[in-house]
């Protein structure tokens, strides 16, 4: 069977966008409010982060966010921006939609850094992800397992949810 061809166009985060988003998500029973990317076109225009929408046949397909000063201490303190809440629908998922939205960040990012820095959250939802990392050879940056930012220590209780990431990075 041949693929259809499609045309990906990448832009940034436009008003109309927020919440074209919303529902996109909404349609896959994801809660992404619309406020989220209110802030995030606030964001932007301070200059504190980029947000790349992916399209597909102008659909609204996917998005990431380059954070220019991480949260995470290490990436903070060494100032490698961080590639920050990254989606691509389900519907389009398995098409290099993720890869090209990565390609774009990281060209963005190595303008300004030698490494790019991301995290990964432990679930088997994020599976997709941890393999795309990988592929893309990011690394674990040696900390192990961190909590709202926090390391987390043997014997920590912590629970398992969105919180719980392995931060990786990349030279580039």
Not at 24 to 50: C, I, M
Not at 86 to 113: P, T
Not at 125 to 150: E, F, I, K, M, T
Request: hydrophobic fraction near 40%; proline fraction near 3%.
């Amino acid at each position: 069977m041949l693929k259809k061809s499609f045309e990906l166009k990448l832009r940034a985060l436009s008003q109309e966008d927020c919440i074209a988003i919303n529902k996109a998500f909404q349609t896959q029973g994801w809660n992404k409010p619309v406020s989220q990317y209110e802030t995030y076109l606030e964001l932007h225009e301070a200059g504190k982060r980029d947000i790349i929408i992916a399209e597909i046949d102008h659909e609204f397909a996917g998005y990431l966010t380059i954070q220019w000063q991480s949260d995470y201490p290490p990436f903070k303190e060494k100032a490698i921006p961080e590639v920050v809440d990254f989606n691509v629908l389900k519907k389009f998922q398995r098409r290099g939609i993720g890869s090209a939205l990565m390609d774009e960040a990281e060209q963005r990012i190595a303008l300004v850094s030698a490494y790019a820095g991301i995290g990964v959250g432990m679930t088997q939802d994020y599976g997709a992800a941890q393999v795309l990392y990988v592929q893309r050879n990011y690394v674990p940056d040696g900390r192990g397992l961190v909590c709202n930012h926090q390391p987390v220590t043997h014997g920590d209780e912590v629970t398992i949810d969105d919180s719980l990431v392995l931060y990786l990075i990349k030279k580039l």
